[in-house]
């Protein structure tokens, strides 16, 4: 039987086949008192050029406040939604899509199946569009790597992430994502990233720790087809700066 390519999932190939890619990340548990603020990012984001919005986070990320800042951001925007669920709990019906993902370096089968399996009914029942990826969590890894019960690969091993990274691959996962964790205090390294797209024939994304144009630029450089930030933008101290650092990274994503 043919596997179905869903609608967002073409769209980012389609975009794929003629530049590199920037999502923005949000955190609905950093916009529960302030949802407009979520909507005004995302409005900034496509003015900016971003490609897609994901939705979520490693705590809080679920319920009435994810339903709400992800129609706050469908009512300000035209870029696709695409969840970012950290268990079971981050689905909302609202978005266009969900990163149905495992976190292949988890020491818990939860993380690695379990969530998957209580999600999965509600996935379907709301017709959002699954989309396969292998999820790594690279040092220091960050909240994510904490609640998610990983053992981050080292940054200085980057066999281990390559091996990882193809063997999701050959389990059918059709995106890899390489996550230093929000707030890391560096990215990826640029040879990690570029041995894991060597091995690999699906896009790789890259995100945590990326701030500035240059860092965007290094991995783009290095083989990253996807980049996100999530911090950088969220925490910038108004919307004005937040721009500001939207634009100079894509400037560094798409050259």
Do not use: C
């Amino acid at each position: 039987m043919k596997v179905k390519i869903g609608k967002v999932e073409s769209y980012i190939h389609e975009k794929l086949e003629k530049e590199k890619l920037h999502f923005v990340l949000l955190d609905p548990d950093d916009f529960a008192d302030k949802v407009w603020e979520a909507g005004e990012i995302a409005r900034m984001s496509e003015e900016a050029g971003v490609d897609a919005i994901m939705v979520g986070g490693s705590t809080g990320a679920e319920g009435e406040v994810l339903d709400n800042v992800v129609k706050a951001i469908k009512e300000s925007s035209n870029l696709p939604v695409i969840l970012f669920p950290g268990s079971h709990g981050g689905i909302s019906k609202y978005a266009d899509a969900i990163f149905f993902m495992s976190l292949l370096n988890s020491t818990n089968p939860f993380f690695i199946t379990g969530a998957q399996a209580l999600g999965a009914f509600q996935v379907k029942r709301y017709g959002v569009e699954p989309i396969p990826m292998a999820y790594l969590i690279i040092e220091p890894g960050e909240t994510v790597g904490w609640v998610g019960d990983a053992k981050p690969i080292p940054r200085h091993k980057p066999k281990i992430a390559a091996a990882y990274a193809l063997a999701g691959q050959y389990l059918g996962m059709r995106l890899v994502y390489l996550e230093a964790g929000s707030g890391a205090p560096q990215p990826v390294p640029p040879e990690m990233i570029a041995l894991v797209k060597k091995v690999i024939d699906v896009p790789l994304i890259v995100g945590g720790g990326i701030r500035s144009e240059e860092q965007a630029k290094t991995a783009v450089k290095a083989g990253a087809d996807i980049i996100v930030t999530g911090t950088a933008i969220e925490k910038a101290g108004s919307l004005e700066e937040a721009k500001n650092r939207l634009e100079s990274i894509i400037r560094g994503v798409k050259g």
